[in-house]
């Protein structure tokens, strides 16, 4: 399977799901008409335009098969050619009718005109919802137009006409839902693919890193502990392995914080710089950091040639959605037009490679008398979700398909009423219709969704009153005299949209069984029978397995919603094992390179080295050991006091640092306090949880304790205790 379809998985499924379903309705529908021999709709069509209609229904039914075969995309392909062939039958049907117009037959179009929810669901696959307004709109206005030229509609062309848009719009509407909610879930796969992608390989930089940060480490400690304790006869060998310990420090992989890089690039540049990242900002991916470090560098050499002595200013701001950064220089300026193309540094480095990369962005401000300002920009890469176009929400598609029942099925109704006289039969049609509104009203609403036990009631009664309505009209039944049992199928297809497809099932079978009862206890025109009962089946089926085509990709699309959670909590873990990492070598390289490099050209090594060496020793294991005693510039002064020959010791055996931690910077001030007047030995240890003591502080043999509940910042009190030796 290729990338790009694997890329649309759920989409492509959708489709030939849908184009199936185009195809198993036209089937359906293809029965009946094989079986209905005379219908009130049959009539006014030549010959050829008949051959026509129904070689686009076979296309169509093609273009199903085709799909679930061979594919979405072939599928697609054959549909669309089938629904320009129907559409274009559509259009043509009002010069064709009127050709062989039989006056005597009012009001009468072709069955197979009528017949529009399959081919406005391919229309829909293949093109859109748009496309699908467009060729419903019209259908409608040939519909109206050939009625009206025919002679004027009856009862029946009135219910079946109206009754079918309902099921086209219903259908589509259903499917759109479903289509776009396929491609949430492509996406939502695209982007745990692609997280998972980056992951693997930060993952693998990490190891990568951390395995070189312990060897760093190694060499560097075990470095400083051979000048801390070296002889006239190890010198030799010490400055040996400082030269080793130096070399693994410069080798070492850079930082991938950006903000350290253009930190570091800006120091060596003698620039001025304002660096400014918010709490909760971004991580630069590796591609980005690297893109921006080179930019900033070649600015900055930049400014260095052709601005000697100017003074140079870099600014970066990091936030939670991308970040800038910005070199200045107050140097003699030059016109960026007059750049060649092929000069690499400006043209390639600073706005060829930031272009090629999404979500960046590089320009250069200059005039000759101006000075020079480079602004990188960036932002965060993260795909969009798709959204209904001109505000067509789901929400929305199901007020439109509920306006669309309300008007056509108020329009049916009344006019069945009129009809059949106020009184008896009418009566009988105007309190179907006030049931079918209400109920249809008290499903609509259901926004958190439909109780079983309250549709299942809905279904009852409605089947209740459904039965008592035909018995109530004169048999034969026709389209029209019953047009309350279709217009029942779509409460039970609002039940389905509800996600109760069960018990929409049961409602539609309800009403299959109420028909042929009718059919075998009354005399019956079996044509109009099977015409009220494959639109009810076909209704309420497909609604059915569109929903549970629907449930079915939310369900893959909270798998990978979960998925995606799960690998930013692994991506967030990396980040911060990293950080951890990378401020552990910040150290190594600021106090430990310095100090072996001089002892490596010193030649000799003097106690001052050894004092050196064991202060920075201390401060690099404090790192590992010290937890929480490392910060709030306990660790600088430590060094302090080991730079004036104090043994120094700190320990945290406090398990996990919690961010409500209060009472560390108190601590955090006795501890600086004790190291600053101890002369010979200090010892701080966080006590494990559970402890009646937070900490102890042991300073030349005088112990003093942290108790528990002691609150940051507590003027005026002194909730420590102090012991001698």
């Known amino acids: 399977m290729t990338e790009s379809v694997a890329a649309d998985a759920a989409l492509e499924a959708t489709r030939r799901a849908l184009l199936l379903g185009v195809a198993v309705s036209i089937l359906a529908s293809a029965a009946v008409a094989v079986l209905v021999v005379s219908t009130v709709n049959e009539a006014t069509a030549p010959g ?40 274009a039958a559509v259009l043509v049907y009002p010069f064709a009718g009127v050709a062989v117009m039989d006056a005597g037959r009012p009001g009468t179009v072709p069955w197979l005109l009528t017949a529009v929810s399959a081919p406005s669901l391919a229309v829909l696959v293949v093109g859109g919802w748009r496309w699908t307004v467009a060729f419903l709109s019209l259908w409608t206005f040939v519909i109206v137009l050939s009625r009206t030229v025919l002679g004027g509609y009856s009862l029946t062309g009135l219910a079946n006409d109206t009754q079918a848009l309902l099921s086209a719009v219903t259908t589509c509407a259903v499917a759109d839902v479903a289509l776009r909610t396929a491609v949430h879930v492509d996406r939502a796969a695209a982007r745990a693919a692609a997280a998972a992608a980056a992951e693997a390989g930060e993952r693998a930089r990490l190891t990568a890193r951390s395995r070189a940060a312990a ?41 991938s914080d950006l903000v350290a890089r253009v930190t570091a690039l800006a120091a060596e540049a003698d620039a001025t710089l304002d660096a400014d990242r918010v709490p909760g900002a971004v ?14 560098a070649q600015a900055l050499d930049n400014a260095r040639r052709h601005a000697a002595g100017a003074d140079v200013r870099v600014r970066i701001e990091v936030d939670a959605t991308g970040g800038r950064i910005e070199i200045a220089d107050d140097g003699p300026g030059f016109a960026p037009e007059n750049v ?3 000069r690499l540094g400006l043209a390639m480095t600073v706005l060829g490679v930031p272009a090629e990369i999404p979500g960046m962005r590089a320009e250069v401000d200059s005039a000759p008398g101006a000075g020079t300002r480079v602004r990188l920009q960036w932002a965060v890469d993260e795909p969009a979700s ?22 056509t099925q108020t329009a049916v109704g009344l006019t069945a009423a009129v009809q059949a006289g106020i009184g008896g039969t009418g009566m009988v049609s105007l309190a179907m219709l006030a049931i079918l509104l209400i109920l249809t009203a008290i499903v609509g609403r259901a926004r958190g969704g439909v109780s079983r036990i309250r549709a299942f009631a809905v279904v009852l009664f409605l089947s209740g009153c459904v039965a008592l309505a035909m018995s109530s009209i004169p048999a034969p039944i026709s389209y029209g005299s019953a047009w309350f049992v279709t217009a029942a199928a779509f409460v039970a297809v609002a039940l389905a949209l509800r996600d109760r497809g069960g018990v929409a099932l049961v409602g539609g079978g309800i009403l299959l069984a109420l028909l042929a009862a009718d059919a075998v206890g009354r005399s019956a025109d079996l044509s109009q029978m099977l015409g009220i009962g494959t639109r009810v089946a076909t209704m309420v089926g497909l609604s059915v397995v569109f929903v549970a085509v629907l449930r079915r990709l939310r369900r893959s699309g909270a798998v990978q919603a979960e998925r995606r959670v799960q690998s930013a909590s692994r991506a967030a873990w990396d980040a ?76 945290d055996d406090g398990g996990a640092p ?23 030995r200090v010892v701080v240890r966080v006590l494990p949880p559970g402890r009646t003591a937070l900490a102890h502080i042991v300073a030349d043999g005088r112990l003093t304790v942290y108790p528990v509940g002691v609150a940051a910042g507590s003027a005026g009190s002194t909730p420590i205790g102090v012991h001698g030796e």
């Open 48 to 87: 050829w335009w008949s051959a026509w209609m129904v070689g686009a229904f076979g296309a169509l039914t093609f273009a199903g098969g085709t799909g679930a075969i061979l594919g979405a995309a072939a599928g697609r392909r054959v549909a669309r050619v089938a629904a320009i062939a129907f559409a």
């Open 215 to 255: 060897f760093v480490h190694d060499e560097v400690l075990a470095a400083l502990h051979g000048v801390a304790d070296a002889t006239p006869g190890t010198e030799d060998a010490v400055r040996a392995q400082a030269a080793r310990a130096t070399a693994s420090v410069r080798a070492h992989p850079p930082s």
């Open 283 to 296: 991580t630069c991916s590796p591609e980005v950091t690297d893109a921006l470090v080179a930019a900033t």
């Open 340 to 342: 060649r193309t092929n």
């Open 386 to 407: 798709p959204s209904v176009p001109n505000g067509w929400t789901v929400r929305t598609r199901e007020r439109v398909v509920g306006s669309i029942f309300v008007v």
């Open 576 to 651: 911060a094992a990293h950080a951890e990492l990378v401020a552990h070598l910040t150290e190594v390289d600021e106090y430990a390179r310095p100090l072996l490099e001089q002892v490596v050209h010193a030649g000799a090594i003097t106690d001052d080295h050894r004092r050196q060496a064991r202060a920075v020793e201390g401060r690099l294991r404090d790192g590992y050991r010290a937890g929480r005693l490392h910060g709030h510039g306990i660790a600088d002064a430590a060094m302090q006091a080991r730079l004036r020959g104090v043994d120094v010791v700190l320990l």
């Open 658 to 680: 919690d961010p409500a931690e209060s009472w560390v910077p108190r601590l955090a001030e006795l501890v600086r306090e004790r190291l600053s007047s101890a002369e010979h």
